[in-house]
Antibody, heavy 115, light 110 residues
């Protein structure tokens, strides 16, 4: 059974940092591209970042480029999102999603940026 | 303002057929395939349609997708109360080098 479990969300002040994790199981993690997608309260889906199976290529939305870094540890079947210089508009539920079609999503972790 | 354009709402009665449109441009829908996601209230999104018209295992054949030029559509036939959800289209955008989503369509079953 495919499982994606996000963690690391919480309340952080503007300008602060947070690292999200996504623990994967039930599929060959090292063969799957992985994605982060966020959803602000009451709003739609907003793509954040994608990383290739081996980690050699990564892509970012313009809104997070230079502030967020996606990475993965295939030996631990874990995806990460390092978020720096956080802003109020980064407040959202952050989902990790599997593969190029986002064919399975975790339950999400809430990030709140507020003073 | 989302890159892909969807109607904010749609509705139908049980048993009816409903379609949801998704309009894009040559850099996204025009040159890449379209996925559709269903998000039931309070839950994570679920892949409903991939590569324009393919259904993942477990998705009923009441759901179908199509694409023509720079537009795509999702059709739901035999509408059921449990279909009440938000629906999102998505495609890779070659200019932005990333995924783009529609703003979402809230489907109400009357």
């Amino acid at each position: 059974e495919v499982q994606l479990v996000e963690s690391g969300g919480g309340l952080v002040q503007p300008g602060g940092s947070l690292r999200l994790s996504c623990a994967a199981s039930g599929f060959t993690f090292s063969s799957s591209a992985m994605n982060w997608v966020r959803q602000a309260p009451g709003k739609g889906l907003d793509w954040v970042s994608t990383i290739s199976p081996g980690g050699g290529s990564s892509y970012y939305a313009d809104s997070v480029k230079g502030r967020f870094t996606i990475s993965r540890d295939n030996s631990k079947n874990t995806l990460y999102l390092q978020m720096n210089s956080l802003r109020a508009e980064d407040t959202a539920v952050y989902y990790c999603a599997k593969d190029r079609h986002c064919d399975f999503w975790g339950q999400g972790t809430l990030v709140t940026v507020s003073s | 303002q989302s890159v892909l354009t969807q109607p904010p709402s749609a509705s139908g009665t049980p048993g009816q057929r409903v379609t949801i449109s998704c309009s894009g441009s040559s850099s996204n829908i025009g040159s890449n395939t379209v996925n559709w996601f269903q998000q039931l209230p309070g839950t994570a999104p679920k892949l409903l349609i991939y590569t324009n018209n393919q259904r993942p295992s477990g998705v009923p054949d009441r759901f179908s997708g199509s694409k023509s030029g720079t537009s795509a559509s999702l059709a739901i036939s035999g509408l059921q109360s449990e279909d009440e959800a938000d629906y999102y289209c998505a495609a890779w955008d070659d200019s932005l080098n990333g995924w783009v989503f529609g703003g979402g369509t809230k489907l109400t079953v009357l």
